[in-house]
């Protein structure tokens, strides 16, 4: 999974497009959306499957890459989520996949612009496992994606990729199709009558947000009014992963992944902090 800076610079950008496809019901990933602080437009893309549509201004407005970008937020996204979250980015020069799913280390895919393959066939395998789909059907129809194919250029791929998921469930609105500029997307996800507006918050807005979203799912026994001694396991392995998360993303001014970091480094020092005032008996 490449990251490294596009030499196109404006021309790249310009062109770039992302979803982030997110395996629950939009109420969830509403909530779990906020503390991102970003602006997006929020669909169902599915029956049990929604799609956020970013306005893209980390990489129309900056020199971030989309592909940096959309891994440190898929991550952020599905950390403190108990299902998973898949980023489509492509640009001038590339296109490609992220896949994350918990504390586990994303995995991803990428594609040259004319379609030549450019990652690892595992990556296709763990992205099958992760994503409970067919060993042999689908998985054979993955590793077709890996091969070369002169016909197929990086965004036939996505298209090829979003094929294999519609046995999932994926059902991407007409016209949010890999290819398109941010723009153009944000304007197609705006006029569905189900859209829904995801905007920048304050940190305080953001953190019950994110309270919220996971106080509501599977992490709940996890979390720290649970009374479990899992919860102090926990805070600690938050704390201790997102410091330097959080200073990694500063460094290479990700701004995914300084919002991941500084996500769990905020959910383990709450976690801590209960502990200390209330102590289990």
Same mark, same amino acid.
């Given at each position: 999974m490449s990251t490294e800076k596009p030499q196109a610079g404006h021309r790249t950008g310009a062109t770039a497009g992302a979803l982030l496809l997110c395996r629950a019901e939009p109420e969830s990933v509403a909530q779990a959306a906020h503390p991102l602080r970003e602006r997006m437009v929020l669909t169902r893309a599915g029956d %049990?499957?929604? *799609?956020? *549509? #970013? /306005? !893209? @201004? #980390?990489?129309?407005? !900056? %020199? /971030? #890459? *989309? %592909? @940096? *970008?959309?891994? !440190?937020?898929a991550a952020a996204l599905a950390v403190g989520a108990p299902w998973p979250v898949l980023a489509l980015w492509w640009d001038a020069d590339r296109a490609g996949y992220t896949l994350a799913s918990g504390f586990r280390r994303p995995v991803g895919y990428v594609w040259l612009a004319d379609g030549t393959p450019a990652g690892e066939d595992e990556a296709m395998r763990t992205f099958a496992a992760r994503l409970d789909l067919d060993p042999v059907l689908d998985l054979q129809s993955l590793d077709d994606l890996t091969k070369p194919d002169p016909e197929s250029d990086a965004r036939t791929r996505l298209r090829g990729l979003l094929a294999v998921l519609t046995r999932a469930g994926v059902a991407l609105p007409a016209g949010l199709a890999p290819g398109a500029p941010a723009d153009r997307l944000r304007e197609i996800a705006r006029i569905r009558p189900d859209a829904r507006q995801i905007e920048r918050s304050g940190w305080r807005e953001a953190v019950r947000a994110e309270l919220e979203a996971a106080d509501n799912s599977r992490l709940g026994p996890w979390l720290p009014w649970s009374g479990t001694y899992a919860t102090s396991i926990l805070s600690m392995a938050q704390l201790t992963a997102g410091v330097p998360l959080t200073a990694w993303g500063l460094r290479r001014r990700s701004p995914g992944w300084t919002v991941a970091g500084a996500l769990l480094m905020a959910q383990g020092a709450l976690g801590i902090a209960y502990e200390l005032a209330c102590p289990r008996d």
């Open positions: %049990d499957w929604s *799609v956020l *549509v #970013p /306005e !893209g @201004r #980390p990489w129309l407005h !900056g %020199d /971030e #890459p *989309v %592909d @940096r *970008v959309l891994t !440190g937020w």
